[in-house]
């Protein structure tokens, strides 16, 4: 007899009581609920818009990491009238006054000793989607929407040219905007910041801002 209390009783410890159940019950659909729209939301297609800022934020960040990485400068090259632009290594004999500015640290870091010029670099290609429309391309305050290439740089110290790129589609506007000191990338909605006071303005296809 002794025998058998004890074994129910080592089952009766082992066991989960239902409060211990619906805990973990409560956790996992805390946690479903969490992630389940976050992975929706991943994987859901995005908009010509949203997909076309995406591009030329993570076309920026590629140039800016790989610049600092490889001790070399990188430039973002736009072909507007083909809808394309790719990331690559700046020329050497790039013609400084196609783009304005940041001279000292082109100068500096062109002659980099430590530059990884034994690996070339992949030029990575983009394409924007043709219902989105390229509303402004200004690089160093200077704009090139008439440009056949248009070339912004980023250089090894995390500087960058300052550009700007407005894009439309079915009446928004998003703009992506390159911080010449910090070399970082940034976007904003021009729909949402625009008042009764100062509203959007088309310039020439481009807007006012």
């Known amino acids: 007899m002794k025998g058998l209390t004890l074994q129910k009783s080592s089952l009766h410890q082992t066991a989960f009581t239902l409060i211990e159940l619906l805990v973990v019950v409560g956790m996992i659909s805390v946690l479903c609920s969490i992630g389940i729209p976050a992975v929706f939301r991943a994987v859901q297609k995005r908009d010509p818009l949203t997909q076309s800022v ?11 990491a790989t610049a600092i990485i490889r001790c070399t400068p990188m430039v973002v090259k736009f072909h507007p009238y083909e809808y394309t632009f790719q990331v690559e290594e700046m020329p050497r004999d790039i013609n400084e006054s196609m783009n304005w ?52 740089r980023f250089f090894p110290n995390g500087t960058a040219d300052l550009m700007t790129v407005v894009l439309s589609w079915q009446g928004d506007f998003r703009r992506v905007t390159v911080d010449m ?17 100062n509203p959007l303005r088309r310039r020439r296809g481009g807007i006012e801002f």
């Open 181 to 197: 000191v910090t070399g970082l990338a940034d976007f904003d909605n021009l729909n949402e910041l625009a008042t009764p006071k």
């Open 54 to 64: 995406f591009d030329v934020m993570d076309a920026c960040a590629q140039a800016r």
């Open 101 to 152: 500015g940041n001279s000292a640290s082109l100068s500096g870091s062109t002659t980099n000793k430590s530059s990884m010029k034994s690996a070339p670099y992949k030029s990575t290609q983009y394409q924007l989607n043709d219902e989105v429309q390229i509303e402004m391309l200004d690089v160093n305050m200077t704009e090139h929407m008439d440009d056949d290439q248009v070339i912004s």
